[in-house]
């Protein structure tokens, strides 16, 4: 499953920015997630003003099971105008949810992204808590 946690220039979680399967749609990006495709649209324009990072986040569903498990996981941005792939990255890690890549704002109107491998072994809950959204059990 994929996951988008959209920060501000504090590096917190901004308001209703944990985007996740029953959370599909961002209310100042225009980014929605569409699982039937597995995937993530992100349209990042100069208006978008509370979010500075978008970290794009890859977890099993099954947190029992590792990434390791599924030799085709892959994560692959790629910029639709131009088709034109920016990111592909295979996911062969021993863990059940990482952050695979983040974007960020690198002056007012422009976007960076950069790959990432942070890991986490307690699912996708463990990386809400690490951005600070509560999790009920």
């Known amino acids: 499953d994929l996951s988008i946690f ?3 220039d504090s590096r917190n979680l901004c ?3 944990f985007i996740f399967y029953n959370n599909p749609n961002f209310r100042e990006l225009a980014f929605r997630i569409t699982h039937l495709e597995n995937s993530i649209e992100i349209y990042l324009g100069t208006n978008v003003f509370s979010v500075y990072n978008l970290e794009i986040v890859a977890s099993t569903r ?3 099971k590792n990434f ?3 030799p085709d996981a ?3 941005i790629i910029e639709p105008e131009i088709d034109r792939e920016i990111l592909n990255e295979k996911i062969v890690e021993d863990c059940n949810s990482m952050i ?15 790959s990432i491998a942070k890991k986490f072994n307690g ?5 809400c808590k690490f951005f600070g959204v509560e999790v009920i059990d």
């Open 15 to 17: 308001t209703d920015g």
């Open 100 to 114: 695979v890549a983040e974007i960020f704002k690198y002056q007012s109107d422009l976007w960076r992204i950069k």
């Open 68 to 70: 390791s498990m599924f």
């Open 123 to 127: 699912g996708l809950a463990e990386v």
């Open 74 to 76: 892959q994560i692959r």
């Open 6 to 8: 959209a920060l501000n």
């Open 62 to 64: 099954d947190p029992q």
